[in-house]
């Protein structure tokens, strides 16, 4: 799942200085995504709407290995 992740921000920022920190549980995985400040407008997108479809695609993701994924995104 972080390498998904790492695919989709890695073509929608310049930078590749991108951090992403994972924590399991029994039914979900918490994702931390750390961009630079500069960056962080363009993961998130105007009023949130590119952040909400990845988030949108990595629940698809994480729905066929039965879990919930929650993802932070930090700068």
Known sequence: ???LLRYIVEGLIDSKDITISK?????SITLNLR???SE???????????V???RDVL???AARQH?????EVNS
């Open 40 to 50: 962080a407008g363009k993961v998130i997108g105007r009023n949130g709407r590119v």
């Open 59 to 61: 629940a698809i993701m």
């Open 35 to 37: 961009v630079p400040p």
């Open 67 to 71: 879990k919930r994924v929650h993802l």
């Open 1 to 3: 799942m972080e390498e």
């Open 52 to 54: 909400k479809a990845i």
């Open 23 to 27: 924590r399991s549980g029994q039914h």
